[in-house]
Every structure is written in C-alpha cells, then in structure tokens.
C-alpha cells in the first residue's frame, strides 16, 4: 500500500484512494480542488487519516464541503470526525440522511446488529454527531458551487438506501454513483450489485441506473472502485446482473446457507468467464454476503406479502 495514492483526473478533479481497511481500492473519494473545495465520501472514521494524508499531500488545508452518496459507514462513518478536522466545511447529505449523522445511535445500533459490536470498531471506527449547523441538506436538482461558474448538481437515486444521491459535474463528465450502480473495479470489466437490507430495492435501483444513462456521463466515479470510462456498457450489465441476482435467490429454497451459495454461484460465474483469481478475490473481499443476501430476501418477502 503506498502512503498516499492521489490520481489526477483532469479539471482539477482528484481520485484518491481511502486506503479503507487499511487497503488499496476498498474506497474512492473525489476532490473538487476548486475554488470552493468539495470533496465527496470520507470513509469509515477508522481509517481517516489516510484520507487526511492524501489531502495534505495535495496541499488541501480547508474544504468548503464534504458530501456522502449516503450514509452507510463505509462512506459517512468519519463525518463527525472530519467536521472538527476541517471546522469551515458543511457537511452534503440527503434530507434522509441527515438525522442519522447528526444522532448516529440508531445507525450505529442497526450496524452493529449486522457487524457486531467487535466488528463496528475493527471495521468502521466510532461515529462523531455531526452539529446540525454544520448540515447541507441535500435533495434532487441542488447545486454544491465549486467556483468559477461550476457546481455538482445533486440527483436523489433511492434503491440502494432510500437516502442515497449521486452528483453530476458537467465540465469532467463525472458522475459520482456512490454505491447506486453496484461495486466496479475499472479494469475487471464488470459490475457486481450492492443489496444490503434494509431499503434495496431492485426496481428502484433500475429506475436510478435509466436515469444516470440519460445524463450521458463521460465516466462514472464509483466507490468501490474508480473511474469507469464506459458507463453505457457498466449500466447496462449492472442492470442485467441485479435481476440475475433477485431471480437466482429467488429459486433457492431458503436455507442458512444462502448467503455461501450465493457467494459461491457468483464466484464460479466469474471462473466460468474467464477472470483473474486475483481479480475475483477482490470481489469476494469487497462483498459482505450475508448482507448481499438479506436484502434481496427482504425485498421479495415484502413484495409476496
Ligand atoms: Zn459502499
């Protein structure tokens, strides 16, 4: 893992890698270096100070926003902890969001019903409340300004979680996807859903992937992990791949083991194609399949009801 990891993206548009899990390509943040800086994730408290580096290295002393795609701790578990690092910055988050970075308890206690309370501190870090005056209240057809007669325009894609947002930015072509088209890794050329409990909700999801096709983005910025220069191709097939996923559980006769053959039908997929081992590990590492399963669970069993 190198100590810092900061790509140049063109238009003053950073990636940089959070070095999540103490990893490389666990989690992409974007940085606007503009005159109003923006940055957009910040990751789980835990490994923040990886991110503080690579903004250090980029010469980055004030932002004038931090916006998450949606509140899961993998994205907005530090936004706490980087309003007191970064005292000038609001906080983007969409109106759903909000009261759950500002009293993260019931957050914190639904994950840890998932991660466990080991697990929440291994993983995450502690979560920080958020001072509601540090609040931007973010909703469909907002504009963050980044200066000089740019912005990030705000879309509401629910289908993931309810609160979730993507953010568009005409000058690079960008679109942030957070974790609304799935997890990608550029270079392995395919796209895997992203269907935790409880709000996933594949026809919504379908909905989103239509909407982002039509803004015609030159490159979609994904969370996990990086610039996709393809997006008609990865939205198609992410499109494809849900409803792959939503039948396949679907035939499975319910069982304790749903989420290991769900791990192991999409894992030999992936040999059946013909990619990498390494590439494939990436995936797995990547996925938390208990949770991949519950969701999609969830969503048929409140559809039969
Ligand atoms: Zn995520």
């Given at each position: 893992?190198?100590e810092?990891?900061?790509?140049?993206?063109?238009?003053?548009?950073?990636?940089?890698?959070?070095?999540?899990?103490?990893?490389?390509?666990?989690?992409?943040c974007?940085?606007?270096?503009?005159?109003?800086?923006?940055?957009?994730?910040?990751?789980?408290?835990?490994?923040?100070?990886?991110?503080?580096?690579a903004?250090?290295?980029?010469?980055?002393?004030?932002?004038?926003v931090?916006?998450?795609?949606?509140?899961?701790?993998?994205?907005?578990?530090?936004?706490?902890?980087?309003?007191?690092?970064?005292?000038?910055?609001?906080?983007?988050?969409?109106a759903?969001?909000?009261?759950?970075l500002?009293?993260?308890?019931r957050?914190w206690?639904?994950?840890?019903?998932?991660?466990?309370?080991?697990?929440?501190?291994?993983l995450?870090?502690?979560?920080?409340?958020?001072?509601?005056?540090?609040?931007?209240?973010?909703d469909?057809?907002?504009?963050i300004?980044?200066?000089?007669?740019?912005?990030?325009?705000?879309?509401h894609?629910?289908?993931?979680?309810?609160?979730?947002i993507?953010?568009f930015?005409?000058?690079?072509?960008?679109?942030?996807?957070g974790?609304?088209?799935?997890?990608?890794?550029?270079?392995?050329?395919?796209?895997q859903?992203?269907?935790?409990?409880?709000?996933?909700?594949?026809?919504?999801?379908?909905?989103?992937?239509?909407?982002?096709?039509?803004?015609?983005?030159?490159?979609?910025?994904?969370?996990?992990?990086?610039?996709?220069p393809?997006?008609?191709?990865?939205?198609?097939?992410?499109?494809?791949r849900?409803?792959?996923?939503?039948?396949?559980?679907?035939?499975?006769?319910?069982?304790?083991?749903?989420?290991?053959?769900?791990?192991?039908?999409?894992?030999?997929?992936?040999?059946?194609?013909?990619?990498?081992?390494?590439?494939?590990d990436?995936?797995?590492?990547?996925?938390?399949w208990?949770?991949?399963?519950?969701?999609?669970?969830?969503?048929?069993?409140?559809?039969?009801?």
């Amino acid at each position: 893992m190198p100590e810092v990891s900061v790509t140049d993206l063109g238009h003053d548009l950073y990636l940089i890698d959070a070095q999540m899990h103490d990893e490389a390509e666990r989690l992409a943040c974007y940085l606007f270096d503009t005159p109003n800086r923006v940055l957009i994730e910040c990751g789980p408290s835990r490994t923040l100070d990886h991110l503080y580096r690579a903004l250090d290295h980029v010469g980055v002393d004030d932002l004038a926003v931090m916006a998450v795609t949606h509140i899961h701790l993998d994205h907005a578990g530090g936004a706490g902890h980087l309003a007191r690092r970064f005292p000038n910055a609001m906080i983007g988050v969409h109106a759903a969001g909000a009261r759950h970075l500002v009293s993260p308890e019931r957050l914190w206690d639904s994950a840890t019903r998932i991660y466990s309370a080991q697990g929440m501190l291994d993983l995450w870090g502690p979560m920080e409340p958020l001072a509601e005056n540090r609040l931007l209240v973010l909703d469909e057809g907002d504009a963050i300004p980044l200066g000089n007669g740019r912005a990030v325009e705000v879309m509401h894609t629910p289908g993931h979680a309810k609160h979730h947002i993507v953010f568009f930015e005409e000058r690079t072509g960008a679109c942030f996807v957070g974790d609304a088209v799935g997890i990608a890794f550029p270079h392995g050329h395919m796209v895997q859903p992203n269907t935790p409990p409880p709000d996933f909700d594949p026809i919504l999801i379908t909905e989103q992937l239509h909407r982002i096709a039509a803004r015609q983005p030159a490159f979609l910025g994904f969370a996990h992990f990086g610039a996709d220069p393809r997006p008609q191709a990865t939205l198609a097939r992410a499109e494809e791949r849900l409803w792959e996923w939503v039948r396949w559980i679907e035939q499975v006769t319910p069982d304790d083991n749903i989420a290991e053959l769900l791990r192991d039908w999409v894992l030999n997929d992936y040999r059946a194609q013909g990619y990498e081992e390494a590439l494939i590990d990436r995936y797995d590492r990547n996925s938390f399949w208990p949770m991949q399963a519950a969701g999609i669970e969830r969503w048929l069993s409140l559809r039969d009801q």
